[in-house]
């Protein structure tokens, strides 16, 4: 080819100007196809991403569908584990050292509770909620925890009552964050943050537990949440 394009009536041919310029052209076409390539599979990308978005979408509905349920659920074991407690409070001290133990029947947890909770957390699209739930769960692990280490002990250990009365605000903490959702649950508020919160303090008065009965508890939830007086 380069012989044929060298003779003078040749050199201006449609086929030698192809040739001369053939680096150029394969160049271009390499561009061209990474160009397309690149193209197609941003393309693909967003499609992922778009499909990611509508899944987390789903289900996250799915989530607050049934939250309504959970909220409930944790109400109710905060109220039992409220009611076990003052069970041990009032017991706290009756016995002589070598009784057995305190046998506290701790309540049992929700069902599906952690794995309606992660879904709810996986799937928020705002860290407020994700934050708000994972605090719900974290409180309620630690709670449980602490009520079956306490059905090992007997009433006759020293400060019963103080540890008691903490696990008592700690249920009545768990009370009021699980019922501030309520309102996002259902759907009266865009986003949990604007969901009316609700104290402690009415928590503890919805467990039946008041300064009358409970002084010293009643002092110190006072004084650890001023705000809600």
């Excluded at 990611?52 to 799915?62: S, T």
């Excluded at 909220?71 to 407690?85: F, G, V, W």
Aim: include cysteine; aromatic fraction near 6%.
């Amino acid at each position: 080819m380069s012989e044929y394009c060298q003779v003078a009536e040749n050199a201006f041919s449609l086929l030698c100007i192809l040739y001369s310029w053939q680096p150029v052209i394969v160049g271009l076409v390499v561009v061209a196809a990474a160009i397309i390539g690149h193209s197609i599979a941003w393309r693909a990308i967003n499609v992922n991403k778009n499909h990611e978005r509508e899944r987390l979408r789903r289900r996250f509905n799915a989530s607050r569908a049934t939250l309504t349920h959970v909220l409930s659920d944790i109400c109710e074991y905060a109220r039992n584990a409220a009611d076990a407690l003052k069970a041990v409070h009032a017991s706290a001290g009756q016995h002589g050292f070598g009784a057995p133990t305190l046998g506290l029947a701790v309540p049992a947890l929700p069902g599906n509770l952690q794995s309606s909770l992660e879904s709810v957390i996986e799937a928020a699209n705002d860290d407020y909620l994700a934050d708000f739930t994972a605090d719900i769960l974290g409180e309620i692990q630690v709670l449980n925890a602490r009520m079956r280490d306490l059905s090992r002990i007997g009433s006759h250990q020293i400060g019963l009552q103080s540890t008691v009365e903490d696990y008592i605000i700690q249920a009545a903490r768990i009370y009021a964050k699980a019922s501030s959702l309520f309102g996002f649950a259902r759907r009266e508020t865009a986003t949990a943050a604007e969901s009316e919160k609700k104290s402690v303090l009415s928590a503890l008065s919805l467990m039946n537990v008041d300064e009358g009965d409970y002084p010293r508890l009643m002092a110190t939830a006072h004084r650890r949440y001023p705000s809600d007086s």
